[in-house]
């Protein structure tokens, strides 16, 4: 594929908001993570909660929280700022909106549920589930926020979803659809994610391990992040972080269990460093998918070991963030950037003992390291796979 360039990226997580406050925390090793007070859930896990989402004047500013966690992250970092330039560059109506979630706003539904009225079962009428619960919603909403009016699409694959969006704006672009795009997306806490994951027993009692050998299940975070992809200029700064390769796969082999051998995350990775004209011994760090489920890991072990040796440095950030769902794609693959830009290979803060019986290079500390090619990877429900591979400017 032809390398685009992320222009300008933003974050919003538990671990803060904007770049600086995520780049901090993975220096440090601080986790986002807290036993959750979130809404009327009872229920004995950690999550990963953006704070003050619910103060008045940002429900006023958008009544759905998806669309809040959205709104704050577009308003980092100059993210918002730098999109008005290309889009006095482009023109608003070639620029594209690829983003994704998960959830959507799923929890205005869930109010909504309980204000019904008890006579008739009519849901009040303030709710508007096109602004909320649908999941074109995020894409509405950040299309509007930003001016812009270029093809726009919501993508919903499970915890792969923020990842595919860069193959598709991608695609986009080289199709000549779209001179660049907005690639991103939500995802926020619901009672629905958190009940509905404990019912499958997944939940993890305390905040969760990756790669640990008393891990137990997973802690549920929220986040946004978006970037801005545009085709690479003659000579880019510094700086500058690079989308190489993108590889997609679909293993289907069951609705919430991954192949236990890892087969479609292995496809997933082989088709990303293809698309990127890259071997295994080119890349410098993988932001594993590493949810903390017992055969998650296992099976993401499987395939990277598999593939890469056990040489390639290797480790999950959802320690500190939470597995934040449909936003995770995103989220870690600004992580990604993050690392390439300022040298810095993220650890692992709450693995505490590392699971012999897994032979990957797990890297528990986060400690300084010279990172040119980084390979983040998204798999989610269903077999819905993605990897990514960023870089460094040449």
Not at 25 to 37: D, I, M, N, Q
Not at 204 to 213: E, M, Q
Request: one cysteine or more; proline letters at 5%; charged letters at 20%.
């Amino acid at each position: 594929m032809q390398p685009l360039v992320l222009s300008s990226f933003s974050v919003v997580s538990s671990l803060g908001d904007g770049l600086d406050a995520t780049l901090d925390a993975l220096r440090t090793g601080k986790s986002g993570l807290a036993p959750c007070r979130f809404e009327t859930v009872k229920l004995p896990t950690y999550v990963g909660e953006v704070r003050g989402l619910d103060d008045p004047a940002n429900i006023q500013a958008a009544p759905c929280r998806n669309s809040r966690v959205a709104r704050r992250a577009l308003e980092q970092d100059g993210f918002a700022r730098n999109v008005a330039v290309a889009r006095e560059k482009y023109g608003s109506d070639r620029i594209g909106v690829f983003v994704g979630t998960s959830t959507s706003g799923i929890l205005e539904t869930e109010l909504a549920y309980r204000q019904r009225n008890s006579a008739n079962g009519r849901l009040p009428a303030a709710f508007d589930y096109a602004q909320s619960h649908n999941t074109f919603s995020v894409a509405g909403f950040v299309s509007e926020y930003l001016a812009l009016d270029g093809p726009a699409v919501a993508l919903s694959s499970a915890c792969a979803t923020t990842a595919k969006v860069f193959g598709t704006a991608a695609r986009m672009i080289a199709s000549g659809m779209c001179d660049a795009a907005i690639v991103g997306g939500a995802d926020s806490l619901c009672l629905t994610t958190l009940y509905g994951f404990q019912s499958l027993n997944l939940l993890s009692t305390a905040p969760c391990r990756p790669f640990d050998r008393e891990r137990d299940g997973i802690s549920i975070g929220e986040g946004a992040g978006f970037a801005l992809l545009e085709k690479p200029a003659e000579r880019e700064v510094d700086d500058a972080v690079m989308l190489l390769g993108v590889g997609e796969s679909n293993d289907a082999y069951h609705m919430s269990s991954p192949h236990p051998e890892g087969v479609g995350a292995r496809l997933a990775m082989e088709r990303a460093l293809a698309s990127a004209a890259l071997a295994p011994k080119d890349i410098d760090y993988i932001n594993l998918h590493g949810t903390a489920t017992k055969p998650g890991d296992a099976a993401e072990d499987i395939a990277v070991t598999g593939l890469f040796g056990v040489e390639t440095p290797c480790s999950s950030t959802k320690g500190q963030t939470g597995h934040t769902l449909g936003a995770a794609g995103i989220i870690e693959a600004i992580i990604s950037g993050l690392s390439i830009r300022h040298g810095l290979m993220p650890g692992s803060p709450n693995t505490q003992n590392l699971d012999a019986s897994l032979r990957g290079r797990y890297v528990v500390d986060s400690r300084p390291a010279r990172i040119d090619r980084v390979m983040s990877n998204s798999f989610g429900f269903g077999g819905s796979n993605c990897s990514l591979i960023l870089g460094r400017a040449a």
